[in-house]
């Protein structure tokens, strides 16, 4: 290769380079900060990580659905638990954090959750290849359901005392699972989630089941200060 070669070739690449703009964070919202934001016909609590404007290359996104007593028009309500609880509490994130709050009465639906996924990716710089989903107890139902429903959307879920359809769940087998239940849990009992994790097993999917002895339905607690959650999650990637 000639000197003239390798001189175009490098403006070439930096050409290249200068063509992907940073990333631009959206009106109303703030990297390293978690705020309330509406998209479309749904509000939601949104953390983008404090580098987010700085980097180019795609963050992973992960999508949490509350329980049902967190349902309703108070947002404040979607931070008691879980991830969005976290953030407030100062834990950094290095994925972008989607919270969403159902209507009074409301329970998530695929289709729903979709579209949602659909938006998020057209506004932010998603990895395509890194959406995940976690949620808890009416929030785990809807992870299993759209997991089921759309098994394109996610690399991975983490449902935390939910729910599915067993006969649905082998539609999901390309979707690995990290669950997790309390064993005296009397709200949403063992047996329901277990039966899901035996369906996709047994359609070849892989799935990890962590059972917490004398826990009764608030499971979750102990499953967001798993250690070995956040990097699992990470870990994830659709081929």
Same mark, same amino acid.
């Given at each position: 290769?000639?000197?003239?070669?390798?001189?175009?070739?490098?403006?070439? @690449?930096? !050409?290249?380079?200068?063509?992907? %703009?940073?990333?631009?964070?959206?009106? $109303? &919202?703030?990297? #390293?900060?978690?705020?309330?934001?509406?998209?479309?016909?749904?509000?939601?609590?949104?953390?983008?990580?404090?580098?987010?404007?700085?980097?180019?290359?795609?963050?992973?996104?992960?999508v949490?659905?509350?329980?049902?007593?967190?349902?309703?028009?108070?947002?404040?309500?979607?931070?008691?638990?879980?991830?969005?609880?976290?953030?407030?509490?100062?834990?950094?994130?290095?994925?972008?954090?989607?919270?969403?709050?159902?209507?009074?009465?409301?329970?998530?639906?695929?289709?729903?959750?979709?579209?949602?996924?659909?938006? @998020?990716? !057209?506004?932010?710089?998603?990895? %395509?290849?890194?959406?995940?989903a976690? $949620? &808890?107890?009416? #929030?785990?139902?809807?992870?299993?359901?759209?997991?089921?429903?759309?098994?394109?959307?996610?690399?991975?879920?983490?449902?935390?005392?939910?729910?599915?359809?067993p006969?649905?769940?082998?539609?999901?087998?390309?979707?690995?699972?990290?669950?997790?239940?309390?064993?005296?849990?009397?709200?949403?009992?063992?047996?329901?989630?277990?039966?899901?994790?035996?369906?996709?097993?047994?359609?070849?999917?892989?799935?990890?089941?962590t059972?917490?002895?004398?826990?009764?339905?608030?499971?979750?607690?102990?499953?967001?200060?798993?250690?070995e959650?956040?990097?699992?999650?990470?870990?994830?990637?659709q081929?």
């Amino acid at each position: 290769m000639t000197r003239r070669e390798m001189t175009l070739g490098s403006a070439a @690449l930096l !050409a290249g380079c200068a063509s992907t %703009p940073l990333p631009v964070v959206p009106a $109303g &919202l703030a990297a #390293g900060e978690q705020r309330a934001w509406t998209l479309g016909e749904e509000r939601l609590w949104l953390w983008l990580p404090p580098e987010y404007a700085q980097r180019r290359e795609p963050w992973p996104l992960l999508v949490f659905l509350h329980g049902s007593g967190e349902r309703g028009t108070d947002l404040e309500k979607v931070k008691v638990h879980g991830p969005p609880m976290r953030v407030g509490q100062g834990v950094r994130y290095p994925l972008i954090l989607a919270s969403p709050q159902l209507e009074e009465g409301g329970d998530w639906n695929p289709d729903r959750l979709h579209r949602l996924l659909g938006e @998020l990716k !057209a506004r932010l710089n998603v990895d %395509p290849r890194r959406c995940l989903a976690t $949620g &808890l107890s009416r #929030g785990g139902h809807g992870v299993w359901n759209w997991a089921s429903a759309y098994p394109q959307d996610l690399a991975a879920i983490a449902p935390v005392c939910g729910y599915g359809d067993p006969a649905k769940v082998p539609a999901m087998r390309s979707v690995p699972v990290r669950a997790y239940h309390g064993d005296a849990d009397n709200i949403v009992p063992l047996a329901r989630q277990q039966a899901c994790i035996d369906a996709l097993r047994a359609a070849g999917g892989q799935a990890s089941f962590t059972i917490y002895p004398g826990v009764n339905h608030g499971s979750w607690i102990p499953a967001y200060q798993d250690p070995e959650l956040l990097p699992w999650l990470l870990a994830q990637h659709q081929s």
